[in-house]
């Protein structure tokens, strides 16, 4: 795979997971729109806000696990040394320095 199919690829699972992340994280606010104008028992839409709620937490679940796990397998060292093998590093940096600015004393001489 060469680098313009990684990027596309990429790209490609980029935009599908964002758009599961939307769709998970709605799930919950989407069932309450649809839900508000129906006349069901009220048990019966707090169970379907419940699994919502429960299909929201189980999906950032598998993302965490998932996500994890290709942490785990990442050679931190090894992509460091490539990186500074493939890339040159450029800082600019900005550094300035001010007098502090004296105070009053606010001490009182007592004397007699």
Do not use: C, W
Not at 16 to 36: F, M, R, W
Not at 47 to 64: P, Q, R, W, Y
Not at 81 to 91: C, G, K, Q, T
Not at 97 to 110: A, D, I, L, Y
């Amino acid at each position: 795979m060469d680098d313009k199919e990684k990027k596309k690829a990429s790209d490609v699972f980029r935009q599908v997971l964002s758009s599961g992340i939307s769709a998970a994280l709605g799930a919950e606010d989407t069932v309450k729109g649809l839900l508000h104008d129906l006349p069901l028992p009220k048990e019966m839409i707090n169970g379907l806000l419940d699994n919502a709620k429960n299909a929201k937490t189980e999906f950032i679940g598998s993302v965490k696990t998932e996500l994890r796990d290709y942490l785990n397998k990442v050679n931190v060292s090894k992509e460091i040394d490539r990186v500074l093998e493939n890339y040159e590093i450029e800082v600019e940096a900005k550094l300035k320095f001010h007098p502090k600015k004296k105070r009053k004393s606010t001490v009182k001489n007592n004397q007699k």
